[in-house]
C-alpha cells in the first residue's frame, strides 16, 4: 500500500482454486509476522491499529485476517447494489424486484493492437454481468474499494462503471478457440446501429 492509487500493487486472479491457494499462502506468512504489541508507545501498523484478533476467520464472505485486511468476495449486499446499477443503465427501475444476476464473474477484456511488426494484445480486467436480458461489462475499482473502517469519506470514483452493455436477443453467436486454458470467449453481435431488426418485420415480409 501507498499514499496514493499509483503507489498501492493489487493482485488478482480469475480462478477460485488460485485464489483460495493464494489466500491461504498469504495468511500463513502474514501469521509468521504477527507480533505482541509493545506496552510502550511505539509507531504503530497500519492495519494492526484497527484489530487484535490472533486467527483469520470467515464472516459472510468476507476473509478478515488478524491485522483486519478484508479479502471480500460480493456478498448479498453488494449483489443488491449492482442489480440497482444494472436496472439503472437498462432505465428498468419499476422492474428492479424481477431483476436478476444470473452470473458474476470476473474476467479479462482482450484488446488486439494492429498494425505493428507483430500483432499484440493486451488483457483488462473487466466485471461481467448477465442478467435474463443483457450483458455488461463493467469497469471495476479494486483499489479504493472496499472501503476501510477509517475512511472518512468516500472516493471520488465510482466502485462500477459501465464499460459495455448490449441485449440477450442481439447475441447472434458466441465463439471459443482451441487454446489451451484460459479459453477466450468472442461474443457476436447483431446490434447494427443499435437497431432491433425485427422490429419492422411483420407476417408479410415472411410471405412467398
Do not use: W
Not at 496514493?4 to 499462502?25: E, G, K, M, P, W
Not at 484497527?50 to 448479498?76: A, W
Amino acid at each position: 500500500s501507498g499514499h496514493s492509487a499509483d503507489h498501492i500493487v493489487t493482485c488478482l486472479t480469475r480462478d477460485s482454486y488460485n485464489t483460495h491457494t493464494f489466500i491461504q499462502q498469504l495468511m500463513a506468512v502474514l501469521s509468521l509476522l504477527a507480533r505482541t504489541p509493545s506496552p510502550e508507545p511505539v509507531d504503530k501498523d497500519f492495519y494492526s491499529e484497527f484489530g487484535s484478533k490472533n486467527t483469520g476467520k470467515m464472516e459472510n464472505y468476507e476473509l478478515i485476517h488478524s491485522s483486519r485486511v478484508k479479502f471480500i468476495y460480493p456478498n448479498e449486499e453488494e449483489i443488491g447494489d449492482l442489480a440497482f446499477l444494472v436496472a439503472e443503465k437498462m432505465d428498468s427501475l419499476t422492474n428492479l424486484p424481477s431483476l436478476n444476476i444470473l452470473l458474476y464473474v470476473l474476467a479479462f477484456q482482450v484488446n488486439h493492437f494492429e498494425g505493428s511488426a507483430q500483432n499484440t494484445s493486451s488483457l483488462q480486467p473487466k466485471t461481467l454481468i448477465l442478467t435474463s436480458s443483457d450483458l455488461f461489462l463493467f469497469d471495476e475499482d479494486y483499489i479504493s474499494y472496499p472501503l476501510p473502517e477509517f475512511a472518512k469519506e468516500p472516493p471520488k470514483r465510482d466502485k462500477y462503471q459501465l464499460a459495455d452493455g448490449r441485449r440477450i436477443r442481439d447475441l447472434d453467436r458466441v465463439l471459443m478457440g482451441y487454446q489451451t486454458y484460459p479459453q477466450a470467449l468472442t461474443f457476436v453481435f447483431d446490434d447494427v446501429q443499435n437497431q432491433d431488426l425485427m422490429q419492422n418485420l411483420t407476417l408479410d415480409h415472411f410471405g412467398e
